[in-house]
């Protein structure tokens, strides 16, 4: 029979220790390998997802832009019929403002020249204006010359 020397046994301990140690790192690569799979896998799912999200959002920016040029537009257009108006305005009150009041003006003056106060009307009361606690009668033009 053959005797088992030291350096048998040294090698035997040597070479399980190996294959273990192997199997450990073939289970690791393993897991490894799946992990990068479904990484892969995820990637790839999100990429097809975010593309199209991509497009539109670059759809929804043109769209918003070509909004923000029309309402640009409208708004320049609204600036120049103001100003428009503001001039229409302004030459209406130069040009008709002052003949308009002289107009009122004779107007109320000849209704008042011809109207005068009746005989039979009473005329009005006097206003009167409370200031701190006590009354005071305020005389008008036409009381003062009665």
């Known amino acids: 029979m053959h005797t088992v020397s030291g350096g048998e046994v040294a090698g035997i301990l040597v070479a399980v220790f190996w294959a273990i140690l ?3 790192l073939a289970v690791a690569l393993a897991r490894v390998a799946q992990t990068l799979k479904a990484t892969t ?3 790839a799912d999100v990429t097809d997802q975010a593309v199209p ?3 539109d959002a670059s759809a929804a920016v ?3 832009q070509t909004q923000i040029d029309r309402v640009d537009s409208i708004a320049s257009d609204v ?3 103001t100003s428009n108006a503001s001039a229409l305005s302004t030459t209406v009150a130069s040009t008709f403002g002052g003949p308009l009041v002289k107009v009122a ?3 109320y003056g000849v209704r ?4 005068g106060r009746k005989e039979d009307v009473p005329a009005k009361a006097p206003r009167r204006t409370v200031i701190v606690g006590r009354t005071v009668t305020r005389r008008s033009a036409r009381d003062k010359r009665d």
């Open 79 to 81: 600036q120049e019929v």
């Open 62 to 64: 043109r769209s918003a």
């Open 53 to 55: 999200l991509l497009a």
């Open 22 to 24: 192997v199997s450990f």
């Open 105 to 107: 003006a004779f107007g």
């Open 41 to 43: 896998k995820l990637v």
């Open 112 to 115: 008042r020249a011809l109207g």
